[in-house]
């Protein structure tokens, strides 16, 4: 077992910690808020996740998981996981790298030869090679192991997903993360081993794509409410084809949470960056029908009370 660090302790830094310690592992996870720190020692995470807290209770107890603010304690880990946020920029549609380039240089001085460096951010295309280079002189080591997280099943995402996906340069690095994750790995979960770029794009891809089935079904149901079709039923019948699936043809006011549209707006800018935007042109239609599904169900709600809603 290895002693792991993880750096940023938010939905997904918190989650991925007690899993690790969950696996066996000694685990540290590092947040520059104090606060949000010391709950977490209680075993309190500052955001609603089933069985989150007994698994955190449990580990801080057996003295295998612990939080702090000191990155200096991060020198005792031998492998180190990022999983800092990645927020809209505020000029632009980007993907804000400023929390995964502070954690990265307040790593750095503690790193050892050896280290391993785990990407689990969600970042642009590129971003890990850019890393890569920046860790050169410390000797350390950086793969890319993407996150599939979904709100209210974290906890069975991270200790059962349905693949692991490492990008990495080098055999060696990829078989490292392989072994910390071999409980898994035995019990029958695809290990993927790519190159830095096909991994990050796996998360925003499946974003993406999951985006774009959402918005699908919201388009069909403005078409059954201008033709009085069941959009219900409608999902229903073409969920049963073993090629489309039920899942997200959910109709309703648009995408849950605030990763989706976060998420496909930085791989458009991206994809626009990289001089492939006509590629990816059909993801601004997917996005503004989300938006518009939300406007259209303010105005139904304006409708239905006769104009009586606050500030309508």
């Given at each position: 077992m290895a002693t792991i660090c993880v750096i940023g302790t938010g939905y997904l830094g918190a989650t991925h910690a007690a899993a690790l310690a969950e696996?066996?592992?000694?685990?540290?996870?590092?947040?520059?808020?104090?606060?949000?720190?010391?709950?977490?020692?209680?075993?309190?995470?500052?955001?609603?996740?089933?069985?989150?807290?007994?698994?955190?209770?449990?580990?801080?107890?057996?003295?295998?998981?612990?939080?702090?603010?000191?990155?200096?304690?991060?020198?005792?880990?031998e492998?180190?996981?990022?999983?800092?946020?990645?927020?809209?920029?505020?000029s632009a549609d980007t993907a804000d790298l400023a929390q995964v380039n502070t954690a990265l240089d307040s790593l750095i001085p503690h790193l050892r030869?050896?280290?391993?460096?785990?990407?689990?951010?969600?970042?642009?295309?590129?971003?890990?090679?850019?890393?890569?280079?920046?860790?050169?002189?410390?000797?350390?080591?950086?793969?890319?192991?993407?996150?599939?997280?979904?709100?209210?099943y974290a906890v069975a995402d991270t200790l059962r997903p349905d693949r692991i996906v490492v990008g990495a340069a080098e055999p060696a690095d990829a078989e490292r993360l392989a072994a910390l994750y071999a409980p898994q790995i035995w019990a029958g979960t695809p290990l993927l081993v790519t190159d830095f770029a096909t991994a990050e794009l796996v998360k925003v891809a499946a974003n993406a794509f999951l985006a774009t089935k959402?918005?699908?079904?919201?388009?069909?149901?403005?078409?059954?409410?201008?033709?009085?079709a069941d959009v219900e039923a409608l999902a229903t019948?073409?969920?049963?084809?073993?090629?489309?699936?039920?899942?997200?043809?959910?109709?309703?006011?648009?995408?849950?949470?605030?990763?989706?549209?976060?998420?496909?707006?930085?791989?458009?800018?991206?994809g626009d960056e990289l001089g492939v935007g006509r590629s990816l042109a059909f993801l601004r239609e997917v996005d503004e029908i989300n938006v518009r599904r939300r406007q259209q169900t303010v105005q139904a709600a304006v409708d239905m009370l006769d104009g009586h809603v606050l500030g309508a």
């Open positions: 696996l066996g592992h000694d685990v540290i996870g590092i947040d520059s808020d104090a606060e949000k720190a010391r709950a977490l020692n209680t075993g309190e995470p500052p955001f609603y996740e089933p069985q989150l807290p007994d698994m955190l209770k449990r580990h801080i107890t057996a003295g295998r998981l612990r939080f702090t603010t000191d990155y200096a304690e991060s020198a005792a880990a492998v180190h996981f990022l999983c800092v946020g990645t927020p809209k920029s505020p030869p050896g280290s391993l460096i785990v990407g689990k951010s969600t970042v642009p295309v590129g971003t890990a090679e850019r890393l890569r280079s920046r860790l050169a002189e410390s000797g350390a080591s950086l793969v890319w192991n993407p996150e599939f997280l979904r709100e209210g959402i918005s699908f079904i919201n388009a069909m149901a403005d078409l059954c409410e201008a033709t009085g019948a073409i969920g049963h084809d073993d090629r489309i699936g039920a899942k997200f043809l959910r109709a309703g006011i648009g995408f849950g949470g605030g990763c989706l549209p976060k998420d496909l707006r930085a791989f458009i800018a991206r």
